[in-house]
T-cell receptor
């Protein structure tokens, strides 16, 4: 799995867009970018994934640079419930043994 | 869809007792996983299953057993509980199609004293 680098922590005002960056400069052509988050004491939650194109779902948008060396997760209107640790993972989507390895992630604090 | 459900939410065991953590998913996923997460630490894979009747060990299987008799259920059995098994246990399942993203249950917080 390619190594990822994320800021340790970020603050965002409630109602504003939260933009969480992830650097994955060694990503290979068949590796996907996945984002998960873990709200305190809860199970990790899948957010979104992408390969090359930008993606959007009901939770967030994922912007991947053209060279695929970095990406940004966007929460368009952050709420207090979005306070969590966000993890960027880059890996080839094997079937079978697919342990999800979370790094240190970005602790996002949404401020009222 | 309820997604991945786990029972119980909390449990306190005495050393040497046994218990089964239940996990059920209603997404018809073939792949299921059991993780443990110690305080402030990342996830460690205990066991996983690629389909009914097929299970295999992960990183930390000692002290645990699993079975997978149906697609929906993947129970984790703790035999002879030890304080080192105090942890939060998460069950997960992943989609059958690429990119196999994983969906996690709410967790079972287990304390062994």
């Amino acid at each position: 799995d390619a190594k990822t680098t994320q800021p340790t922590s970020m603050d965002c005002a409630e109602g504003r867009a939260a933009n969480l960056p992830c650097n994955h400069s060694t990503i290979s052509g068949n590796e996907y970018v996945y984002w998960y988050r873990q709200i305190h004491s809860q199970g990790p939650q899948y957010i979104i994934h992408g390969l090359k194109n930008n993606e959007t779902n009901e939770m967030a948008s994922l912007i991947i640079t053209e060279d695929r060396k970095s990406s940004t997760l966007i929460l368009p209107h952050a709420t207090l419930r979005d306070t969590a640790v966000y993890y960027c993972i880059v890996r080839v989507p094997f079937s079978g043994y697919q342990k999800v390895t979370f790094g240190t992630g970005t602790k996002l604090q949404v401020i009222p | 869809n309820a997604g991945v459900t786990q029972t119980p939410k909390f449990r306190i065991l005495k050393i040497g007792q046994s218990m089964t953590l239940q996990c059920t998913q209603d997404m018809n996923h073939n792949y299921m996983y059991w993780y443990r997460q110690d305080p402030g630490m990342g996830l460690k894979l205990i066991y996983y299953s690629v389909g009914a009747g097929i299970t295999d060990k992960g990183e930390v299987p000692n002290g645990y057993n699993v079975s997978r008799s149906t697609t929906e259920d993947f129970p984790l059995r703790l035999e002879l509980a030890a304080p080192s098994q105090t942890s939060v246990y998460f069950c997960a399942s992943s989609s059958n199609d690429i990119p196999h993203e994983q969906y996690f249950g709410p967790g079972t917080r287990l304390t062994v004293t």
